[in-house]
């Protein structure tokens, strides 16, 4: 829970970066070759990171079955950390995508390595999901906020800078952590007659676990997760740069929202003249509703057919991109119900999917079920964020969330499908 939490932290604090890097950066300098600075070449610049937070999740996948979970928990702490120190003292955007390429290598092992611990550790799967998405929430809605509130205080490369430390602290203590990683196997109706705990040995054998997953409906599932991640990154990529172009989350003054005898009496006046944007905490608000959605999906998961949810929970997700920019113009409360359901749906679906992979694949190789459905979500899924950059910078707003809308359809589809055989 607690790496969980560290993971999000940094993937959704990112977003809060993108329109201090629109101002701070012209252009891209890549030798004699200098690109301009807008929304298509930071989305494609974020994606590098997050695509390989996804990509890596299938080698990671494969080392959870080897060496075990805890080690390379430890190791991507270590690693995140490491990332945004770098991130710190980056002088420019070329050095800004080397930090997300450390961090997006770090964290990529993170999901295979939990997910197998609680899928093989834990016997109530559904519970210990819901518990690890809180978690994971916590991260989501906090690390953005804090990012947001020390940008007030202080220069974007410190708050990275200073963001590292949890981290740090992190690895320090997971370095001590013991358990019983397969503490569940036994009592676990993993199906099929894959081995119980030994991974894969070769590539041969990999190539043939690969097939044997992908010949059954694990397939099915694949492609409901891929759907998940464009919607997901997507949607969240941009928001905080989407939320100040409508009038209600305009940048404003520090001065103009806290009185300047405060601001005096706290020995920090100089922070009036720094812009907030309110865009940024609502954006975190709708990230932390997200514990709500986890704990739900999680309890859900436990008592209804978990294709049924992913009909469902996907299914209200396309109605939800449909309505966003609707409720935005009609005004701040049909926003803030809109934005409440969304920042709940976007995790009410993810212990479902979770739990189906548990349930369609051998507990021998659920790491490497697990590196595959996080090579879709989050490297398949960071094509979502390029995806958003061009269409925002070529087409419009509208375009976009109908995109997403299909996105949402396609799982939904799948769920129905998966639920009626």
């Not at 829970?1 to 809060?16: N, Q």
């Not at 999901?129 to 953005?144: D, R, T, V, W």
């Not at 906020?145 to 200073?162: G, M, P, Q």
Request: aromatic share 10%; net charge neutral; proline share 5%.
């Amino acid at each position: 829970m607690l790496a969980h939490g560290m993971v999000h932290t940094y993937e959704l604090s990112i977003p809060i970066f993108i329109p201090v890097w629109l101002d701070a950066f012209d252009v891209i300098s890549l030798g004699p070759v200098e690109l301009a600075v807008t929304s298509a070449t930071l989305g494609v610049l974020v994606t590098i990171g997050y695509g390989l937070f996804g990509l890596g999740a299938l080698p990671g996948g494969v080392l959870v079955d080897r060496i075990g979970s805890r080690r390379l928990i430890t190791a991507c702490l270590a690693g995140m950390a490491a990332s945004f120190v770098l991130l710190g003292v980056s002088p420019g955007l070329v050095a800004v995508t080397l930090a997300m390429v450390v961090w997006g290598v770090s964290a990529s092992v993170y999901h295979p390595a939990g997910l197998a611990l609680i899928s093989k550790g834990v016997e109530e799967r559904g519970s210990g999901f819901a518990y690890h998405g809180i978690a994971g929430n916590l991260g989501i809605g906090l690390g953005p906020l804090l990012t947001a509130v020390l940008l007030l205080f202080f220069e974007w490369r410190t708050v990275a800078i200073v963001l590292a430390v949890p981290a740090l602290l992190a690895a320090a203590y997971a370095t001590t952590a013991s358990f019983d990683e397969t503490a569940a196997v036994e009592a676990a109706t993993d199906g099929g007659d894959s081995k119980a705990s030994s991974g894969v040995d070769s590539l041969a054998e990999f190539r043939r676990e690969s097939a044997r997953l992908f010949t059954g409906s694990f397939a099915l599932v694949f492609l409901v997760v891929m759907c998940s991640g464009l919607y997901y990154r997507g949607i969240l990529t941009f928001m905080p740069d989407l939320l100040q172009g409508i009038p209600t989350f305009s940048p404003v003054t520090v001065s103009s929202v806290v009185p300047p005898g405060l601001l005096e009496t706290l020995g920090i006046e100089q922070v009036g003249s720094r812009r907030v944007r309110p865009g940024d905490y609502f954006y975190s608000g709708l990230l932390m509703v997200g514990v709500l959605g986890q704990f739900v999906g999680g309890k859900l998961t436990d008592r209804i057919p978990v294709e049924r949810g992913i009909a469902g929970g996907f299914g209200l997700l396309a109605v939800l991109a449909v309505l966003f920019l609707p409720a935005a113009n009609a005004g701040v409360v049909p926003l803030l119900v809109v934005g409440f359901v969304l920042g709940a749906s976007l995790f009410v679906v993810q212990p479902f999917y979770q739990a189906t992979v548990a349930e369609y694949t051998p507990a021998g190789t659920r790491g490497l079920s697990y590196g595959y459905t996080y090579l879709g979500v989050f490297g398949v899924g960071a094509l979502g964020g390029t995806v958003a950059g061009v269409v925002l910078q070529y087409a419009n707003p509208p375009t976009l969330f109908a995109i997403l809308a299909c996105f949402a359809v396609v799982a939904s589809a799948v769920g129905v499908y998966l639920w009626r055989r």
